[in-house]
């Protein structure tokens, strides 16, 4: 593929077809049940087709159709297993790659943002790109420092006119939603979209994506599991940090990890995300497995993790996660209705004028805080799936206490990486100490030693 499709109306078109694909295959489908195929392998068959079509559309416009692939991704292990077995290699593959831009272009973007003297530092250029993401790809080089000593490096360049791609084909989505809806059922595809386009613009400035790469680099160095490149050189489109020598991202050990290095990476993900706001005063905010690359130790045991792309960060006005977080998950773990919904009050999940039921909304939030009771909590694409069914059930009555909910501005971000994290987890099918993180690590978190009955 030549370059980033920048033009709005082709761009459009290809994600307008997505739904008309899937409606083609449901007409197709019912022929073949007429003509006596099993139901289930008819509609087997067209959930891998429309997997294959929407992943791959969404993976090779990159842009804001990447980033809506990358953050549905996230959400697989919340899918019923008839829906995401069709869907999960596809979404495996998006999170890892996508075609590459010509070499010419990387050259000339080199050019514009570090000046034509750029190859005196950057002695060596891999033509071929060694990973994709959604505004931009990376390529491993050799960077010459001015003693003379050189290093390899990763070359992040980001794909001309990326900023009116993101737009415009957010844009598209947001209008095809209740088309688009079929193709992932059990998502609200609206919210996502909504998301998705208020952090995307964010991420095209890689100046300040390398402020807040700095700052983690410096507060992880020489941490004995977590491993953060430094940054090397940064130009408005070309971001330059030290490389990692990987064999894959946490998107290999979703596919076919053992338990054991599904345990340990997934103890190192979670403690990660807490212990980040904590150190550096920002959340990495894109929980996704492809930004956490994983790094064996000498004799091919699992190892540490390193961890890319600090595009999309929370600044958050203090250091650490909010205080009062952390002291509405101890009143849910304690089944304190009455507490919990005063606190939610008072934070502003719950308007003034609105009437709940404590019972309720205890019903509704308490299996999510499951995993801060126990010391070691085993996190399942089952138990994801039975979280996300009931709280999708209109006939469950904690139903009604979703549309009572309000989620403050503050709390968008860590909202999304909270939920994104826990689903990363649920992929893994990873048991973690997630308690102890969140004592070590969450303000105000005390929770009960004990299960609370309720």
């Known amino acids: 593929m030549a370059d980033l499709p920048s033009k709005a109306g082709r761009r459009?078109?290809?994600?307008?077809?997505?739904?008309?694909?899937?409606?083609?295959?449901?007409?197709?489908?019912?022929?073949?049940?007429?003509?006596?195929?099993?139901?289930?392998?008819?509609?087997?068959?067209?959930?891998?087709?429309?997997?294959?079509?929407?992943?791959?559309?969404?993976?090779?416009?990159?842009?804001?159709?990447?980033?809506?692939?990358?953050?549905?991704?996230?959400?697989?292990?919340?899918?019923?297993?008839?829906?995401?077995?069709?869907?999960r290699e596809q979404l495996t593959k998006l999170q890892d790659s996508a075609p590459p831009m010509p070499t010419a272009t990387v050259r000339r973007l080199l050019t514009e943002d570090l000046g034509a003297t750029w190859p005196e530092k950057l002695v060596w250029l891999d033509g071929a790109p060694t990973a994709a993401a959604s505004i931009g790809q990376v390529h491993q080089g050799r960077w010459r420092a001015d003693d003379g000593t050189e290093r390899l490096v990763a070359v992040k360049v980001q794909y001309p006119e990326a900023g009116q791609a993101i737009e415009a084909d957010l844009k598209t989505l947001s209008r095809a939603a209740r088309a688009i809806g079929p193709l992932i059922p059990g998502v609200d595809i609206k919210p996502l979209i909504e998301e998705v386009q208020a952090r995307a613009l964010e991420e095209l400035d890689y100046e300040l994506e390398a402020e807040a790469q700095r700052t983690y680099a410096e507060k992880f160095r020489d941490h004995d599991s977590i491993v953060v490149p430094d940054v090397v050189a940064v130009g408005p489109r070309v971001l330059i940090t030290e490389w990692l020598d990987s064999e894959g991202s946490l998107a290999r050990i979703i596919a076919d990890g053992t338990q054991a290095e599904r345990d340990h990476y997934g103890e190192i993900y979670a403690r990660f995300l807490f212990a980040g706001p904590a150190m550096t005063g920002l959340l990495h905010a894109d929980p996704h497995p492809g930004n956490f690359r994983i790094l064996p130790g000498p004799n091919g045991e699992p190892g540490k993790l390193g961890v890319l792309d600090y595009g999309s960060v929370a600044r958050l006005p203090q250091p650490g996660l909010p205080e009062p977080m952390g002291r509405l998950i101890t009143l849910c773990a304690a089944r304190d209705a009455e507490g919990l919904v005063a606190g939610l009050r008072e934070e502003g999940f719950v308007k003034d004028r609105i009437k709940i039921e404590p019972q309720l909304v205890m019903d509704y939030l308490s299996p999510f805080v499951d995993c801060s009771i126990e010391p070691s909590f085993q996190f399942s694409r089952a138990w994801m799936r039975e979280q996300f069914q009931r709280v999708n059930n209109p006939k469950d009555p904690s139903y009604s206490v979703a549309i009572k909910l309000n989620l403050p501005p503050s709390y968008v971000l860590i909202h999304r990486t909270w939920l994104g994290a826990i689903g990363v987890l649920s992929q893994l099918e990873a048991r973690a100490p997630f308690r102890d993180l969140m004592e070590e690590y969450l303000p105000g978190f005390h929770p009960p030693k004990e299960p609370v009955a309720g």
């Open 12 to 87: 459009a078109a290809r994600l307008a077809a997505l739904p008309l694909g899937y409606a083609g295959r449901q007409a197709v489908g019912l022929g073949k049940r007429l003509g006596g195929a099993p139901a289930e392998a008819v509609m087997s068959e067209i959930q891998q087709r429309t997997a294959e079509q929407l992943f791959k559309t969404l993976g090779e416009l990159k842009g804001g159709a990447m980033k809506f692939g990358q953050a549905l991704s996230v959400l697989e292990s919340a899918l019923p297993e008839e829906m995401a077995a069709p869907y």
